[in-house]
């Protein structure tokens, strides 16, 4: 028994440990390790010879990767680099002949690479962008990159505080707020657009939550034209009771369900990437309309208060 319980012990620690891939020593050699750094008055041994001489190495490193060794020769670059923390990582544990076996291997290394990189850009094997070519690469990726800081800050901005109460399509002063300062900032940006999608809770018809999801994106879209926005900036879009962020019939559910979402569009996107930012909703005018037909018989008529949307001016309500 003592026996049996003992080999299911070392199994069992057996499965928990972890090996690191042949030849990749570890999680330890993903991460740089710091040296201590060295004092002029202290006496200078070995030590600090393959300090020096490691540091020289990741210099030269640095140096090919400015070259294009990365663009040419990437995965010796990633071997160089890993090479170059496990050296680091020797020379702090104080294995000062495994580092110095490893500074060797490492400098042979650099040097066949710089090698091979002169032959291939020698010979025409690897075309290396000219400088003008790279600092117009990085205007551009600073440029889509400050896009999408700008729409992401938009799309927070008219996603919050953006639920309504029940049966209604009027806006909470909070929501206000943020589509004022939203609509003062797309004023100055007339590349981008907005795709105002109603939504509603389960409560009620699938044409009543249809006509209220409506309603609930036609007030979005007045107060931002009121705030200045230019109406052509703007889209509406119902998918009603179809497309609930949560499920489930609570209240506070209910209330996260009751909303619309506001997709912010750059009309200079390529044909793809403005379909994926839209995501289309479900054309549920149709079965709307046809499941409401199919229940008339059975339902009540309910005037929706007045509302300066003509649109809006009406709902009628089919309650299950």
Known sequence: ????????????????????????????ELYSAELYPVNNQQDLGPEQGLRFEWELSG???????????????????????LNQK??????????????????????QLLARLEQRLDIATTEGKCILPDTGELAELDAIDNTNLAANNVANELSNLLNHDNQ??????????????????????????PQYSLLITGHADDQGSLEYNFQLANARAEQVKRYLM???????????DSVGEDEPLLKGTQEEVRLTNRRV????????????????????????????????????????????????????????????
């Not at 806006?171 to 004022?180: R, V």
Request: net charge positive; with cysteine; proline share 5%.
């Open 1 to 28: 028994m003592k026996i049996w319980f003992c080999g299911c012990l070392l199994i069992f620690l057996y499965g928990c440990t972890a090996w690191p891939e042949h030849g990749q020593g570890g999680m330890a």
């Open 59 to 81: 210099r030269k490193l640095d140096v090919l990767v400015l070259q294009g060794a990365e663009l040419c020769f990437p995965a010796t670059i990633v071997q160089a680099e």
């Open 86 to 107: 496990r050296i680091v990582r020797q020379l702090q544990g104080g294995l000062l002949y495994d580092a110095a076996t490893d500074i060797i291997a490492q400098r």
């Open 164 to 189: 309504f109460a029940v049966n209604s399509y009027q806006l909470n002063p909070k929501f206000i707020g943020n589509l004022a300062k939203a609509a003062a900032q797309l004023t100055e940006l």
């Open 226 to 236: 009121i705030f200045g926005l230019n109406g052509e900036q703007i889209s509406l």
């Open 261 to 320: 979402t506001i997709a912010v569009i750059d009309s200079e996107l390529t044909p793809a990437q403005a379909t994926s930012a839209k995501k289309p909703a479900k054309n549920t005018r149709a079965n709307s309309k046809s499941n409401s037909t199919s229940n008339s018989s059975s339902g009540s008529t309910q005037s929706y208060p007045a509302t300066p949307l003509p649109p809006a001016a009406t709902l009628k309500e089919d309650r299950q």
